[in-house]
């Protein structure tokens, strides 16, 4: 079993920054794809940022140029850069990851509880 925490998440006002974090333990040979996605009220959950295990990535139109997703290998734990945010940035954030365990063949995804990003105007 994996285990995602998140944590970063909060209350800014726009033109504003914060920075989430997600560590996945647990049962974990291998972490591939890692990504954040996003639902807003009333919206579905929909991509804003992933990364390869080799650092390759690639982003939502409406965040590119503005935040910026990082892994550290080592530490099994991606991250997500958010600036110059918008009010129509906020939504519930859940971290994602495409892991293979330990004695296992297949890899699953794994989802985080979700952190909450409020963008004031």
């Known amino acids: 079993q994996v285990q995602l925490v998140e944590s970063g998440g909060g209350l800014v006002q726009a033109g504003g920054s914060l920075r989430l974090s997600c560590a996945a333990s647990?049962?974990?040979?291998?972490?591939?794809?890692m990504g954040w996605y996003r639902q807003a009220p009333g919206k579905q959950r929909e991509l804003v940022a992933a990364?390869?295990?080799?650092?390759?990535?690639n982003y939502a139109d409406s965040v590119k140029g503005r935040f910026t997703i990082s892994r550290d290998n080592a530490k099994n734990t991606v991250y997500l850069q958010m600036n110059n945010l918008k009010p129509e940035d906020t939504a519930v954030y859940y971290c994602n990851a495409n892991v293979r365990g330990i004695a296992t063949i297949s890899a699953l995804d794994a989802w985080g509880q979700g952190t909450l990003v409020t963008v004031s105007s």
């Open positions: 647990g049962n974990i040979f291998s972490i591939n794809a």
């Open positions: 990364i390869s295990s080799g650092g390759s990535t």
